[in-house]
């Protein structure tokens, strides 16, 4: 594969962390009530973990020669949006979920892309592959317990 194919895949990896970001950030503060104060705590350590991926995903597009996207680049707006009923947790829970879901089936994606290739980017793949799934394992156990109870 192309070293500018390398490149846009992990571009599209930066843009998706830093809406999960986005996303974290606004739930672990605009959820209210007893139940939502642990999702929010965990939102909100998983944001600093994120822009670490970011961090890391930029540094390897750096060193492969291309360019960290800004602002007017990152491409947004493929993750379901914090939903207006603040008290709504679940819903908050499941955009972790689809998130985390994409995150992973994008790592496993350039894991795949660069085998045999570029050991290096892939090695960085499977150590975010390795984050996200423990995000998301830990999301599905909070989904099991806010899910049967309709508070
Ligand atoms: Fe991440
Ligand atoms: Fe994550």
Same mark, same amino acid.
């Given at each position: 594969m192309p070293t500018a194919e390398t490149i846009a895949l992990l571009q599209t990896a930066y843009s998706m962390e830093l809406e999960t970001v986005v996303n974290y950030l606004a739930n672990s503060i605009n959820l209210d009530g007893v139940r939502a104060e642990e999702i929010k705590k965990s939102l909100a350590a998983d944001i600093t973990e994120e822009i670490g991926h970011a961090q890391q995903l930029g540094q390897r597009i750096k060193q492969l020669g291309g360019l960290i996207p800004g602002s007017a680049s990152v491409t947004l707006g493929r993750q379901q949006q914090p939903s207006e *009923? @603040? @008290? *709504?947790v679940v819903s908050a829970i499941k955009a972790v979920i689809a998130a985390e879901e994409d995150a992973v089936a994008h790592y496993n994606k350039v894991i795949k892309a660069t085998d045999g290739e570029d050991y290096v980017t892939q090695d960085l793949c499977i150590r975010l592959l390795a984050d996200e799934e423990e995000h998301l394992i830990l999301f599905k156990g909070f989904l099991k317990e806010y899910a049967k109870d309709p508070g």
């Open positions: *009923d @603040t @008290t *709504d």
